[in-house]
Nanobody
Framework: VQLQASGGGLVQAGGSLRLSCAASGLIFSTYGMGWFRQAPGKEREFVAA????????YYSDSVKGRFTISRDNAKSTVYLQMNSLKPEDTAVYYC?????????????????WGQGTLVTVSS
């Protein structure tokens, strides 16, 4: 199983980025997918999750209303559209896959992880 995250970069506060995570080696349409992030010196935290069909999505309070998670099962890809970015969004962002298909918030329930992509928001 491979999860390849991309789309990170440097952006000014108020700007937007779109992260992508391409999955291979698993039946993507049966997995719940999540995005997590880890800032320097901090623990990994939940950002967003989506169930197997894309019909249910979940967000942390810190990104709700600014970030949107979506998926394209035909392309085995999950996305994270990030708008109105803030300096505190600076972190390495990881995508992950979990086998229940429901899309969950706990990182302990995720089976597979991507390598991470760095997002830096300047003030």
């Amino acid at each position: 199983v491979q999860l390849q995250a991309s789309g990170g970069g440097l952006v000014q506060a108020g700007g937007s980025l779109r992260l992508s995570c391409a999955a291979s080696g698993l039946i993507f349409s049966t997995y719940g997918m999540g995005w997590f992030r880890q800032a320097p010196g901090k623990e990994r935290e939940f950002v967003a999750a989506i169930n197997w069909s894309g019909g249910r999505t979940y967000y942390s309070d810190s990104v709700k209303g600014r970030f949107t998670i979506s998926r394209d099962n035909a392309k085995s890809t999950v996305y994270l559209q990030m708008n109105s970015l803030k300096p505190e969004d600076t972190a390495v962002y990881y995508c992950a896959a979990e086998g229940t298909g429901w899309g969950v918030k706990s990182p302990n329930q995720y089976h597979y992880w991507g390598q991470g992509t760095l997002v830096t928001v300047s003030s």
